[in-house]
C-alpha cells in the first residue's frame, strides 16, 4: 500500500478541527468577488484612482563641448569607460550627442552636463547645463616678483661690478 493510498483511508473526523485561514479555498467566496481584486484599502476609497507614469531614473553625462557652430545647439563628446569585449581592460569609448543650448553661452572646450529631455528635434533630447567647478579658469598662483631676498646671481655680479671698477 503506498503512502497516498493510505492517506485517503483516514476517516476525515479528524480533520474536522482544522480551521481554513482563508475564505477562498473549496469556493466559500461568491463568484462576483472573484471576478475584479479589490482590496480593504481600494474599497474606502471612492476618488479616482490617478495613473502616475513609473519613475525612471534621469539620464546624465558629462562631456566637452567640440562643436558650437549651430545655433542654440552645441555638439557634445562624451568619454566613457567601458571593458574590452576580448582583453578586459578598460577602453575610453567616445560618443557625440547634439544638445540644446537656448543662451548659446557655451564655447568650443567647455565641460557640460547633458540632461535628458523631451526631443527637441530628431537629433536633439539633451539640455547642456554648465558643470560649476570645470568651466571655471583654474586660479593661478601669485609668485611675487621680490620677496626681498637677493640672489645668488645678483650678489656675484655686484662683486664682479665692484672689483672690475
Do not use: W
Request: some cysteine; proline content about 8%; glycine content about 4%.
Amino acid at each position: 500500500m503506498s503512502a497516498t493510498s493510505a492517506f485517503l483511508h483516514v476517516p476525515l473526523s479528524q480533520f474536522k478541527s482544522l480551521t481554513l485561514s482563508t475564505p477562498f479555498l473549496h469556493g466559500s467566496t461568491p463568484i462576483s468577488l472573484l471576478s475584479k481584486p479589490s482590496s480593504s484599502l481600494s474599497n474606502a476609497r471612492t476618488s479616482p484612482l490617478t495613473v502616475l507614469p513609473p519613475i525612471r531614473a534621469m539620464k546624465s553625462m558629462q562631456g566637452r563641448v567640440v562643436c558650437a557652430t549651430n545655433d542654440k545647439t552645441v555638439a557634445v563628446e562624451v568619454t566613457r569607460l567601458a571593458p574590452h569585449p576580448k582583453y578586459k581592460r578598460r577602453v575610453r569609448k567616445k560618443k557625440k550627442y547634439q544638445a540644446h543650448d537656448p543662451l548659446n553661452q557655451f564655447k568650443v572646450g567647455d565641460f557640460v552636463q547633458l540632461e535628458k529631455g523631451r526631443p527637441i528635434s530628431k537629433t536633439k533630447t539633451f539640455l547642456a547645463v554648465p558643470v560649476v567647478g570645470r568651466n571655471a579658469p583654474k586660479a593661478k598662483e601669485l609668485v611675487p616678483q621680490e620677496l626681498g631676498l637677493k640672489l645668488e646671481s645678483d650678489q656675484q655680479n655686484q662683486i664682479e661690478g665692484s672689483v672690475g671698477t
